[in-house]
């Protein structure tokens, strides 16, 4: 036997065009809306226009009459059955947490809480007879500014006695990780450099691009549900474990699904009363929300303040670093939501030896929307403050930011290096990214003609930002995540099977919505097996069939799942060796195997991979007692995060004149490790650079004085446009790790990470000789004006919101200026 | 309800429509042309545009009875077929990755392919100018703004080499 294959080039490392375009350029989707089923029923939800209010009665007789409508029911009609939204991050054993009923009865605790669902034949109709339900409230008090609200000043939740939920810290004393902080600031204020701020982290909208939307399906053994979700195993989990019908009467199904970024890492109130109303009724039934509905209820993200406190020496040399965060949970604790902050706790000190280090995080319950994960989820926020603080400190001491960074940064000489918050960084080289990005850059060139600006008074003054970040990703070890109190592990399931044909399906517990985890995995199985990356398919996001999975979040895909399948290919590969030895008829020992194929060593016999897979379909001449398969599934479970790094350098004009900013260059060097698919990253990159651009410079969900969203349509809230940025030079180096087989580190949320301290590094830099040393985020036009004229940060939003319609001024008849 | 009568990616269509009824929900409900989604309520996303007479159009700001009589293009009609030849704008895509969900690209496509034919050889500034009305939450349009260009530059070499 010889044979048939041609020895594959590798494909890792080859910028492959993606396998799942075709279908997507051509509209061969399958979101979930565009689902019908025989039969199938259509939701509408009535939601609390208040954010904090009794439920004194609800009047469905109008919508029940209405035409074609099949039921109209409220969080009495149904007991135990409806289940609840869960929380399964407690962070600490005390944790105030509000039970969060999908669809409650008695009190609303956000403008936006479902309070009764309607069923009808069509959408329209349903969205019409939702409207003549008659919901009376008693409106209460709302917890609605983060601060007063963490005084208990008014309480979101009455019986809760508090607005506090948990109170999480860590203490490098403590922990016998570092020093402690409290003196090292004592001591800075005597003899070196103590700087303190507060940073506000503005409340975001993940605002994926395709709205949520949800199916089930209760006519076959299965229940089926089909949701726009990126966690489709978390979700069967909640369902089995919160609505009593087993976890095996559950298939739940993520299709196609538009975009997520931690937005649709979440079991939602809509889908279980889907679920409900579906188990009721006996006939399929969906529901899929308008933009404002998702703006409004979908989770938002970030919302924190942050007093930081760094000391130094005189020469700039760090010595502590306190950080003592607000977090605003919203109405409930959501999914992980209490724990997005605590994912940033460890990284505060980011690259720098700080020898002293603390963390406190007081979580806090308003009147708002809850939040949870967004992009990067609790590292942003780090990386902004330390990063912003950073600056602060060179400015202190008069040297330039890349200066003060280099002075206090790990070497790469120190790696492996465990950090004052007890990390173990495995790799990285801050040195080799910071000077090919200073090269791309032209930073010297910049500084200079920023001075010559400065110099001539022009009123287009240039800044220039630096982030030097790293973060934590490939969510997680299990020990890691259990020791934090998280209700779950963080292993990732493969399994690879060997058809008769010679193809290879491989399925993965990881849950793609738009990451392109077909075309990667797809050349890591090819390399690994030797095969044509064209014969592989990766089949994902259906609990049929991957049975076994923990989904797609916090950059684990390739760092927890692509080791999986790299554990699960050498299985088939030491599965199929006993048999290319039976079959080419020489000892075990003598079989090697390379490029997908398996050879006797010392001569020309040999076998493909495809070919033992196709003698193993037939079985007809295997060894004796072997199971007729060569399939096979791992389990990975990470031996630790990873640690990818990078510097991000921005060029900001900003007229002092009139506030406004433009990007002008922005340039990053981003070690990910290893690359399978350099066009992927390349599009991850761009993507999280956006974002986190932003954040800085648009994005803001605004509430009224009345805990009105009232950026809840694309008009308000500013979702930046192809008009409003610009293209990126983006490089890399690379540092591969070394707690993976692949030597591969996460990319999804580093640009989201780094971008927004560089870019309001590069605004405050633009305008810091004219006394402003911070600017609040959205570095709105009005807001940089206000800082340049005034000093201070520009102020909060909320006093900028349209005011609100008030019958005593004279022309108030129309809807101009009443936001209506 | 009132009778309409058009037609979609070059097939006759006839049913009667609520008069209410936009013209992307008549695509999806009434036709099955699900490659064209809904991504907001305030026509400020681009998800759902076509091409009505040959010219782009977000099709949640059109009713379905506004397109009697007229001839509407998706995504879908497009291509000639849905496994070989692509639309050079869709190949593209493809080719510079200018898409990563694709919730946002069918709407993306059809505007780029408009903006084309307007303005064959456009400069990166007028892509971005041209595509302002369609927002995408993956690319960070850097990818995008590439394939317009890309695609232009394929037609321009073409006409060369022809």
Redesign the interface.
């Known amino acids: 036997m010889t044979a048939t294959q041609e020895r594959p080039a590798l494909e890792i490392g080859k910028d492959r ?2 396998k ?10 399958r ?1 979930t ?2 689902i019908t089923l025989p039969g199938m029923l259509h939701l509408a939800m009535v939601r609390s226009p208040f954010a904090h209010a009794n439920i004194t009665s609800i009047d469905t007789e109008a919508a029940r009459t209405a035409p074609n409508v099949v039921g109209v029911f409220t969080g009495s009609d149904f007991g135990a059955e409806m289940g609840v939204c869960i929380n399964a991050w407690p962070i600490t054993p005390d944790q105030k947490t509000p039970n969060h009923a999908p669809m409650p009865s008695d009190r609303v605790a956000f403008a936006g809480e479902i309070v009764a669902v309607v069923v009808a034949r069509t959408a ?1 109709e349903a969205r019409d007879a939702a409207e003549l339900v008659d919901v009376e409230y008693d409106e209460l008090p709302a917890a609605l500014d983060l601060k007063k609200a963490a005084a208990d000043e008014v309480l979101a939740h009455p019986d809760l006695g508090t607005n506090k939920s948990a109170l999480w810290v860590f203490d490098s004393a403590q922990a016998g990780t570092g020093g402690n902080v409290d003196e090292a600031i004592e001591k800075a204020r005597g003899d070196g450099i103590v700087i303190e701020r507060e940073y506000r982290q503005q409340r975001l909208i993940p ?5 949520r939307s949800v199916v089930v399906d209760p006519t076959g053994e299965q229940i089926t549900m089909w949701s726009a979700t990126q966690i489709p195993h978390i979700l069967r989990f909640a369902l089995a474990a919160t609505t009593g019908v087993p976890e095996s009467k559950i298939r739940v199904v993520a299709p ?4 997520g ?1 931690g937005g649709k890492l979440q079991q939602t109130p809509e889908e279980m009363i889907a679920f409900a109303v579906a188990r009721r009724l006996g006939k399929p039934a969906k529901y899929t929300e ?3 509905e998702s703006l409004m209820a979908a989770h938002h993200g970030r919302d924190q303040w942050q007093k930081l406190t760094l000391s130094a020496e005189k020469d700039g040399t760090v010595t502590g670093l306190k950080v003592e965060l607000l977090a605003d949970l919203g109405s409930h604790v959501s999914l992980v939501g209490g724990g997005i902050p605590v994912l940033g706790a460890f990284m505060f000190n980011a690259i720098y030896k700080f020898p002293a280090y603390q963390f406190n995080c007081q979580t806090v319950l308003t009147n708002k929307t809850w939040t949870d994960a967004y992009r990067g989820a609790g590292r942003p926020e780090a990386t902004y403050a330390i990063e912003r603080l950073m600056d602060e400190l060179a400015a202190e001491v008069g040297v330039d930011p890349l200066a003060i960074r280099e002075q206090n940064w790990i070497t790469h000489e120190e790696f492996p290096f465990t950090t004052v918050a007890g990390l173990e960084y495995d790799s990285g080289n801050y040195e080799a990214a910071t000077e090919k990005a200073k090269a791309m850059f032209g930073y010297d060139e910049l500084r200079a003609e920023q001075k010559q600006r400065r110099d001539a008074g022009d009123p287009v003054q240039l800044g220039l930002g630096i982030s030097t970040f790293t973060e934590m990703c490939g969510l997680a070890p299990s020990r890691v995540l259990g020791s934090l109190d998280y209700g779950a592990g963080g292993w990732e399931h493969a399994s690879v099977r060997m058809l008769a044909t010679g193809k290879v399906e491989v399925v993965t517990g990881a849950s793609a ?4 985890h077909e075309t990667a995995f797809s050349q890591i199985v090819a390399d690994r097996l030797g095969v044509a990356f064209e014969d592989v398919e990766v089949l994902h996001g259906d609990t049929q069939v991957a049975h076994k999975g923990l989904d797609t979040y916090g950059s684990r895909s390739l760092v927890v799942g692509g080791e999986a399948l790299v554990k699960a290919a050498d299985k088939v590969i030491e599965k199929a060796k006993p048999v290319a030895a039976h079959l080419l008829e020489a000892s075990l020992d003598d079989i090697e195997f390379e490029a997908g194929r398996f050879s006797v060593r010392g001569t020309d016999q040999g076998m493909a991979i495809g070919e033992i897979a196709t003698a193993v379909f037939a079985a007809h001449n295997l060894p004796d007692g072997m199971e007729p398969s060569i399939d096979s599934e791992a389990t990975y479970d990470p031996v630790n995060f990873n640690f990818p790094h990078g510097t991000h350098l921005c060029a900001m004009e900003v007229d002092t004149e009139t506030g406004e900013t433009t990007m002008r260059k922005y340039v990053c060097v981003d070690d990910i490790g290893n690359i399978i698919n350099p ?2 990253v ?2 991850q990159v ?6 986190g651009i932003a954040q800085a410079l648009w994005e803001e969900a605004v509430y009224d004085d009345q805990g009105t969203l009232v950026s809840g ?3 308000d809230y500013l ?5 409003d ?1 610009i ?2 030079e983006t490089e890399h180096t690379t540092s591969p790790a070394t707690t993976n087989t692949l030597g591969t580190k996460g990319v999804g949320e580093a ?1 989201c990470i780094a971008s927004t301290p560089a870019v309001v590094n590069a605004v405050v830099d633009a305008v810091r000789h004219l006394g402003v040393n911070d600017i609040q985020m959205p570095c709105t036009p009005e807001r940089v004006w206000r800082a340049v004229n005034s000093g201070g940060d520009g102020g909060d939003t909320e006093g900028a919101a349209m005011p609100h319609f008030d019958e005593s001024e004279p022309g108030q008849d129309s809807t101009e200026g009443a936001g209506a | 309800m009132a009778r309409i009568s058009l037609k979609v990616d070059g097939a006759q269509v006839s049913d009667d429509v ?1 008069p209410r009824m936009l013209l992307v929900q008549y695509l ?1 409900e009434k036709v099955g ?10 026509s ?2 681009g ?1 759902c545009t076509v091409h009505l007479d040959g010219r782009s159009v977000k099709s949640c700001n059109v009713l379905a009875v506004q397109a009697d009589g007229h001839e509407v293009t ?3 009609g ?2 000639d077929t ?2 070989g030849d ?1 639309h050079p704008v ?1 190949e593209a ?3 510079c ?1 200018g ?8 709407g993306m ?1 059809m505007q780029s392919v408009d903006l084309l034919g307007d303005n064959p050889n456009p400069t ?1 500034e007028e ?3 041209g ?16 394939s317009v260009l890309h695609a232009a530059k394929g037609s321009a070499d073409q006409g060369v080499s022809a």
């Open positions: 065009r993606r799942e375009d075709q279908r997507l350029i051509t509209g061969r989707t979101w809306d565009n329209a605002a994926f691009m395709e709205p196609d699904v538009g975009g970024f308008t933009r404002s919505h738009g990451q392109g066009l992927i390349s599009g761009h993507g999280g650079l956006v974002q349509s694309f008009v979702l930046p446009t192809a008009a940025t293209s990126f640009g | 609520e999806r042309k699900t490659g064209t989604v809904v991504g907001c309520d305030t400020n996303c998800a998706t995504i879908e497009l291509a849905v496994e692509l869709q895509f493809r080719e990755h898409l990563q969900c694709g919730f946002c690209t069918p496509i990166e892509v971005r100018l595509l302002e009305g369609n927002l995408c939450r993956c690319t960070g349009y850097h990818n995008i703004v590439k």
